[in-house]
């Protein structure tokens, strides 16, 4: 979930309300991307990366994260002694991973097409990021761009999701409370059933309290404001996305599990890939 714009799609005015400002609460995702995230435990994700690259890595230090956002996990790879940095089309999101990581470099691009000066020695892309490409085309070209930017024996390691698994009623959901008022973030795939194209649905419920000096009134003041977007994403099952992996990488899966290293179960719809630049 990354670099993702939203619209304003309502703004409810409950009982004993004033009406809410007209302007959309951001033009994208950056200012609140980390509420959104709060229930994701950067460092456990970070920390099972690491070890895969001692398992398959050449053991070296230098790390570039895809589509970084506000760069949370790169804080943990240089906590952990890497020389990190990150790539994210979003620069109000790399302005914030700036200031989360002052000693990183932090490059404003496309993860589809991107080249480095110097060859790294592992990347990641956490989140799912790596379905935003839009299109086929443009994954295998993100693979080419990943291939070029690795050392010899580097790894890229991500995580996705199988179109052909995905279940349309699950979602899910969680609350946060920052300056008075409560969030109810909810995301979920949607794959119509055929194609390349499946959705990441998200939306942002938001329920602000004033005090009645903000409103000359007796009674608490509320408003109430929702935004959704329906961002479309590419959608391929495991067998495709090994065929695209396979020209450039030896391919390993594992459970979709960052608290232990276990080989992928044939069934499950979510793994972990470990790609071994060949």
Not at 96 to 108: D, G, K, S, T, V
Not at 233 to 262: G, T
């Amino acid at each position: 979930m990354r670099a993702v714009n939203f619209y304003q799609l309502n703004t409810v005015t409950n009982t004993n309300t004033t009406p809410s400002s007209a302007n959309a609460l951001y033009t994208d995702l950056s200012g609140y991307y980390d509420l959104m995230c709060s229930d994701i435990n950067y460092q456990a994700q970070s920390q099972h990366v690491q070890r895969l690259h001692q398992f398959f890595g050449n053991g070296g230090k230098q790390h570039l994260d895809l589509a970084c956002g506000t760069g949370p996990h790169v804080r943990y790879f240089i906590d952990n002694g890497y020389q990190s940095s990150g790539l994210d089309i979003n620069q109000p999101m790399l302005d914030i991973a700036q200031q989360r990581c002052p000693e990183a470099y932090f490059m404003l691009g496309d993860m589809t097409k991107f080249s480095l000066s110097e060859p790294v020695d592992i990347i990641s892309c956490f989140l799912y990021s790596l379905h935003y490409c839009a299109d086929l085309a443009k994954l295998q070209d993100c693979f080419a761009s990943v291939h070029r930017a690795l050392k010899l024996d580097g790894i890229f390691c991500f995580n996705a999701v199988n179109k052909d698994l995905i279940d349309n009623k699950v979602f899910e959901r969680h609350t946060a409370e920052q300056d008075n008022s409560h969030f109810v973030f909810t995301s979920a795939w949607h794959y119509p059933g055929t194609g390349d194209k499946q959705s990441l649905l998200l939306s942002i419920e938001k329920t602000s309290s004033l005090n009645n000096q903000e409103t000359n009134q007796q009674a608490p003041q509320q408003t109430s404001q929702t935004w959704q977007d329906h961002h479309p994403m590419v959608a391929l099952n495991f067998e495709q996305l090994r065929q695209l992996l396979s020209p450039y990488f030896e391919v390993q899966m594992f459970e979709h599990d960052y608290d232990k290293i276990i080989p992928w179960n044939q069934t499950s719809g979510n793994a972990i890939f470990v790609c071994v630049k060949k």
